[in-house]
Nanobody
């Protein structure tokens, strides 16, 4: 059973930075794509950033130029570096991993951007 564990969330002031981590219980080589999603209560979960097994990335327009997704295969971990955070970035951030036969989710980590 695949487990994804997010960490790194918290309270940050507008303009600040956070780095989220997603640690997988096994090798991430088997995943075709991994990504970060976020959700605000009452809204649908939305894709923030994704990274494929060969390192191709994509971002939501709202975070382009501010967020960077990366992966460390040796540590079985995917990161989301978030800079220039804005109050609208406040949400629960979820790690996602997909491969043939399954889609997996972490339990989420809360990011609050507020002064």
């Amino acid at each position: 059973q695949v487990q994804l564990v997010e960490s790194g969330g918290g309270l940050v002031q507008p303009g600040g930075s956070l780095r989220l981590s997603c640690a997988a219980s096994g090798s991430i080589f088997s995943f075709n794509v991994m990504g970060w999603y976020r959700q605000v209560p009452g809204n649908e979960r939305e894709l923030v950033a994704g990274i494929t097994s060969i390192g191709s990335t994509n971002y939501a327009d709202s975070v382009k130029g501010r967020f960077t997704i990366s992966r460390d295969n040796a540590k079985n971990t995917v990161y989301l570096q978030m800079n220039s955070l804005e109050p609208v970035d406040t949400a629960v951030y979820y790690c996602n991993a997909e491969r043939r036969g399954g889609i997996f989710w972490g339990k989420g980590t809360l990011v609050t951007v507020s002064s």
